[in-house]
C-alpha cells in the first residue's frame, strides 16, 4: 500500500508538469523551465509552496468537516488502485472489483458535497451543487457503459475483461462505446471542456474558494490521481494487457490536449448531451451485446 502511495504521489507531481507543458507548447511559450534542468523540480517547488502557507479560515468555516473533507476526497482516489490488477501491485484484487471500483467510485459525489457545504459559503455552495449534478448525470452512463463491458467479458472482474481482448480489442467492436467513455471520464474529473464547476472566467473557482495552502493542494491531488485512474481504467476495459500502459499514457495526454483546444460547452448542451443521447444509446447497446456475446 506504501509504494502504491508513493507510486501515484510521484506520477501526479510530474503529470501536473506534464500538463503545464504541453499547455505552453499548444500556445506557443516555454512553460516552467527555471527550477532545475527544464524545470523538472517544478512540481516539488509547488507542493512546497502550498503545503507550507498557511490555510485562510472564515468566521464561518466548519473546522472539523473543512479539514477532514479535502483529505477524504484524496484517500477515495487512492484506494481504487489497489483493486486494479497490475501485477505485484494488486494487493486487494478479487473477482469482484469492477464493482468495487463503481462503490467507490460514486461515493466521491458525497465528499464534492461536503467540501463545498463546509465552508458555508455560498459560491462554494453553488460551486458544488453544479458539479455533483454534472457528477451524478454522468454516473449513469459511465456506469451503463462498464455493464456493457461485463456483459461482453461474462465477467465482474478487470483481469478476466483484459483476457477476453487477446485477440480483439473492445475498441474494435465497440468503439461508441469508447467515445462515450472519453468523454463521461472527462465529465466525471471536470475538465475542459466540461469544467463548468471550476470555470476560472465566469464562477469564483467553485467549490473550492475557500480552501487555500495544503487545503487546496490536497483536492488538486485528488483531482488529477482521479485522471490518472480513469485513464489506467480506460487501458483496462477497452484495451490488451500487454498495451496498458502505453495506452494508459497516450489516455492520459488527451485529457490535457483536450484542455488546450477545445472550447467549454454550455451547461444546458452538457446535461443534452448526457440524457438524450448518452443514455440512451447504452441503453440501446445493452441488449444487442448480449445477443452478440451469447452467440
Not at 506557443?28 to 523540480?41: E, H
Not at 512540481?43 to 507550507?52: E, N, Q, R, S
Not at 460514486?106 to 455560498?122: A, D, E, H, Q, R
Amino acid at each position: 500500500m506504501l509504494m502504491i502511495t508513493l507510486s501515484v504521489m510521484i506520477a501526479v507531481a510530474f503529470y501536473t508538469m506534464l500538463e503545464r507543458k504541453i499547455l505552453s507548447y499548444i500556445q506557443i511559450r516555454k512553460g516552467p523551465n527555471k527550477v532545475s534542468t527544464l524545470g523538472l523540480l517544478q512540481p516539488i517547488g509547488d507542493a512546497m509552496k502550498l503545503f507550507t502557507k498557511a490555510p485562510s479560515q472564515s468566521e464561518n468555516m466548519n473546522y472539523m468537516m473543512s479539514f477532514i473533507t479535502p483529505t477524504a476526497s484524496l484517500i477515495l482516489a487512492l484506494m481504487i488502485f489497489p483493486i486494479i490488477p497490475m501485477n505485484i501491485l494488486s494487493t486487494a484484487d478479487s473477482q469482484f472489483n469492477t464493482i468495487a471500483f463503481l462503490v467507490i467510485s460514486s461515493m466521491s459525489v458525497y465528499i464534492i458535497l461536503s467540501v463545498g457545504w463546509s465552508s458555508n459559503s455560498k459560491y462554494s455552495n453553488i460551486g458544488s451543487i453544479r458539479n455533483v449534478s454534472q457528477m451524478i448525470s454522468y454516473e449513469i452512463s459511465f456506469f451503463m457503459i462498464i455493464i456493457n463491458i461485463m456483459v461482453i467479458s461474462h465477467s465482474f472482474n478487470m483481469l478476466w475483461m483484459q483476457k477476453h481482448q487477446s485477440l480483439l480489442w473492445f475498441i474494435a467492436g465497440a468503439s461508441p462505446l469508447f467515445m462515450m467513455w472519453f468523454i463521461s471520464c472527462t465529465a466525471e474529473v471536470n475538465r475542459s471542456p466540461f469544467d463548468f464547476a471550476e470555470g476560472e472566467s465566469e464562477l469564483v473557482s467553485g467549490f473550492n474558494v475557500e480552501y487555500s495552502g495544503g487545503l487546496f493542494a490536497l483536492i488538486f491531488l485528488a483531482e488529477y490521481t482521479n485522471m490518472i485512474l480513469l485513464s489506467l481504467i480506460t487501458a483496462i476495459l477497452f484495451f490488451n494487457l500487454h498495451q496498458m500502459m502505453i495506452i494508459h499514457s497516450l489516455i492520459s495526454i488527451l485529457f490535457l490536449w483536450a484542455r488546450g483546444t477545445l472550447p467549454r460547452f454550455r451547461y444546458d448542451m452538457l446535461m443534452k448531451l448526457n440524457w438524450k443521447m448518452f443514455l440512451p444509446m447504452t441503453i440501446f447497446l445493452l441488449p444487442i451485446l448480449m445477443m452478440t456475446s451469447l452467440t
